[in-house]
């Protein structure tokens, strides 16, 4: 039975960080993509980082990549979400999802993730 299991999300004020942890049980943690969605509400759930099963990430978008950094532990069967710089637009709930890739680039399409956590809340206040 695979398991996501995210924690570390919390409140912080605008310019502060997090650090989301995506633990992962019942798989191989390196033959699986891991990726991040957010949901805002009254929000369609959007992509914003993942990495393969070897470590290569990708991001929404290079301002996101300039804030967040996504990485992974592959012994530890976790991924993690490393957020700075957060601005209240961050507020969301934060799933990681997995599909089996080791290669190449993850797919941004929620709907090609098999796996997902049960989301972390980050809310940033101004």
């Known amino acids: 039975q695979v398991q996501l299991v995210e924690s570390g999300g919390g409140s912080v004020q605008a310019g502060g960080s997090l650090r989301l942890s995506c633990a992962a049980s019942g798989l191989i943690f390196g033959s699986y993509a891991i990726s991040w969605f957010r949901q805002a509400p009254g929000k369609e759930r959007e992509f914003v980082a993942g990495?393969?099963?070897?470590?290569?990430?990708?991001f929404s978008s290079d301002a996101l990549k300039g804030r967040f950094t996504v990485s992974r532990d592959n012994v530890k069967k976790t991924d993690y979400l490393q957020m700075s710089s957060l601005e209240p637009e961050d507020t969301a709930t934060y799933y990681c999802?997995?599909?089996?890739?080791?290669?190449?680039?993850?797919?941004?399409?929620?709907?090609?993730?098999?796996?997902w956590g049960q989301g972390t809340q980050v809310t940033v206040s101004s």
């Open positions: 999802a997995a599909t089996a890739q080791r290669f190449g680039t993850p797919s941004s399409r929620w709907n090609d993730y098999r796996y």
């Open positions: 990495n393969n099963g070897i470590g290569v990430s990708s």
